[in-house]
């Protein structure tokens, strides 16, 4: 083979490693995930603290789900009102 085309390969052997290893996917021939450079880092937290974090976050989720059970209570409303509008403009 020429020297060229071999080297042109590896590069392209070497780029598609490159890409698996940064991205992080399964790799079904060593049947585990391709760990990815980045260092999550969570700091240890005491009972306390954790009881704290946890509460805010069940505190955001009740919001969050307030607004969402308003939201789709106005979009019906709306949709009640149009649909009864249009029921009293064809009585007319």
Do not use: C
Not at 6 to 28: L, M, P, Q, V
Not at 51 to 72: G, H, T
């Amino acid at each position: 083979m020429d020297s060229s085309l071999e080297h042109f390969k590896a590069t392209i052997n070497r780029r598609k490693k490159s890409k698996e290893k940064a991205s992080g996917k399964f790799n079904w021939k060593k049947l585990k995930y391709n760990k990815s450079n980045i260092n999550n880092y969570f700091p240890k937290l005491s009972e306390k603290e954790l009881y704290i974090v946890k509460n805010r976050i069940r505190e955001k989720i009740k919001v969050d789900n307030l607004k969402k059970v308003i939201l789709s209570a106005l979009i019906a409303l709306i949709v009640i009102v149009i649909i009864i509008l249009f029921i009293l403009k064809q009585l007319k």
